[in-house]
């Protein structure tokens, strides 16, 4: 460290603002720019490149280090995939998608990784206008202060892309759902239980119809009840209930099966989810 202080005083000034945010990875990594400051007398500008490029190799070669490189030198191996070969297979599609976006369809999916909407409805990109969150709810419309995303979403996709349909795409064993059945969600948890017991109508009634069935029934019911009061939340936005009324804009309710793959769609005459092929 003393190394460090050394180094780190006798770099100018406006280098520090640069250089603090790194100041909270371990110390020895931090040892090794100071030394070269000092041996070499770099450029404050090749210093940062160092002190990073160590902080980098650090993490790659961590024994007990918790978060490496690994997972995401795998994403960047992705994206090059995507760009050497989907990217360049279609270069009109993405220069059309430069000048702007026209979905038709607006998502509200759950933030579960197994369940990406644009993977099962086999969409590119430009299809999709998607919400994410845990449990894929859609709060009720609310005026007034708050950090409304989901309904700051809503809006710009029905009132500035005009999306001809709205799906709630709930899921098979969705975590959000078990957090709401069992009233638990994690132990500490600040955020996940008061966002789920928006849906506790559909516990209730699920507990109250089904209070003999099976645990995974009982959640699967519940998952699918509460995407019918998705729906009827977003009846309360006044601009979605206008559009549906006009017959401007559709609403679906659809779950999916991960264990078996099959999509469901709420069919309202018959009260039930039925497959949609
Ligand atoms: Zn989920």
Redesign the pocket.
């Known amino acids: 460290m003393l190394w460090l202080a050394i180094g780190y005083l006798m770099l100018p000034f406006d280098l520090i603002p640069d250089f603090i945010p790194v100041l909270g990875q371990l110390d020895e990594v931090l040892i090794l720019p100071g030394l070269i400051y000092l041996a070499l007398k770099l450029t404050p500008d090749e210093v940062v490149a160092e002190c990073r490029a160590s902080i980098k190799n650090h993490d790659n070669n961590s024994e007990d280090g918790k978060v490496k490189m690994t997972e995401i030198d795998k994403l960047i191996d992705g994206y090059k995939r995507f760009h050497d070969n989907y990217f360049h297979s279609d270069p009109e599609l993405f220069e059309q998608l430069s000048q702007g976006q026209a979905p038709d369809t607006l998502v509200i999916a759950?933030s579960?990784s197994r369940?990406d909407p644009a993977i099962i409805m086999d969409c590119k990109p430009g299809d999709l206008f998607v919400v994410r969150n845990v449990?894929?709810l859609v709060p009720p419309y609310e005026q007034g202060g708050g950090y409304h995303g989901v309904s700051a979403a809503l809006e710009f996709g029905v009132r500035a892309l005009k999306v001809k349909h709205i799906i709630v795409l709930g899921?098979q064993y969705?975590?959000?759902?078990q957090a709401l059945v069992s009233g638990v969600a994690l132990e500490g948890s600040e955020f996940i239980q008061p966002w789920v017991n928006m849906a506790h109508a559909a516990r209730e009634k699920v507990l109250k119809t089904m209070a003999a069935a099976p645990r995974l029934e009982q959640l699967c019911a519940c998952e699918k009840e509460s995407i019918l009061i998705s729906l009827d939340h977003l009846m309360t936005f006044p601009w979605i209930k206008q559009s549906v009324e006009k017959g401007e804009l559709k609403l679906h309710g659809w779950h999916f099966n991960i264990e078996k793959g099959i999509l469901t769609a709420y069919d309202s005459s018959a009260d039930e989810f039925k497959p949609v092929v």
């Not at 969705?174 to 759902?177: M, P, Q």
């Open positions: 759950c579960d369940v449990a894929n899921h969705c975590g959000g759902i």
